[in-house]
């Protein structure tokens, strides 16, 4: 799925929803047709997970093989979307997290309505 930002909330609702059931759906390839080839993502969880002190990673490889990690250390993971908030090629996505956090995803995206760039934030920072 792509995102186009003229389609206004609805769009962005329309994104938003897919995205979170590509998570709650745990299949790594559905979750990854939202990013382009070589987007970047930054976390607090990757500094942790992955033992990369910039919480940065960049490519659909490294971050794909964190997700996965994340998935297979979480088999109960579920996502609840809260609410979405766009911008001009980017959007916002407010929802419920693993272990009960509160969480943004800041997406900004591409001419082909691809994520290239993504950062997570968290209402609280949990050791895992």
Known sequence: MHYDWRKGRAGALEFAEE???????HDLNRILSHYSGNFEMTSPFIAKL???????????????????????????????????????????????????????????FDEQGKVFKAAAHYNELLQL
């Open 50 to 108: 992955c033992n990369e002190p910039s919480g940065r990673l960049k490519g659909r490889n490294k971050v794909g093989e964190y997700w996965r990690k994340s998935l297979t250390r979480m088999p109960d993971l579920r996502f609840e979307l809260l609410d979405v908030i766009a911008g001009a090629s980017s959007l916002t996505i407010y929802y419920k997290s693993v272990l009960n956090l509160s969480a943004t995803e800041v997406l900004f």
């Open 19 to 25: 995205w979170i059931a590509a998570w709650n759906s």
